[in-house]
């Protein structure tokens, strides 16, 4: 059973729901507060065990914040982000999507 455990198709599958859909975390967390880029990945290593890239982590932020997922404020040296509304509502869809696929393979 191990083999499977570590099957080239469950990495794949753990890669795909890891950085792929890195955004779904990143506005998980900022859902419980508002936080910079590198506690959020510190936050995602902890809670769902992987850690972005910085440059990933970054990219995703940046993204979210051009289409108004997310707001961006300066303190001191650190860029603080906070989820919007707007951004509520996508991780509500994001979540409604992920169980669907999951009741469709279940």
């Known amino acids: ?4 455990k570590n099957s080239r198709e469950l990495v794949r599958l753990r890669r795909k729901l890891g ?3 890195l955004w779904v975390y ?3 967390l900022l859902k419980r507060g508002p936080s910079h880029a ?6 995602i290593e902890q809670k769902f ?3 972005p890239g910085n440059v990933s982590a970054y990219v995703v932020l940046y993204k979210l ?3 108004s997922f997310v707001k ?3 303190d001191g040296t650190r860029t603080i982000y906070r989820i919007t509304e707007k951004g509520k509502v ?10 669907s696929t999951l009741k469709m393979v279940g």
């Open 1 to 4: 059973m191990a083999a499977v």
């Open 19 to 21: 950085v792929e859909l």
């Open 26 to 28: 990143v506005l998980s």
């Open 38 to 43: 590198y506690a959020l990945r510190k936050q």
């Open 49 to 51: 065990g992987f850690l």
């Open 65 to 67: 914040k051009k289409r």
């Open 72 to 74: 961006a404020k300066q």
């Open 90 to 99: 996508l991780l509500e869809e994001a979540k409604k999507e992920l169980q």
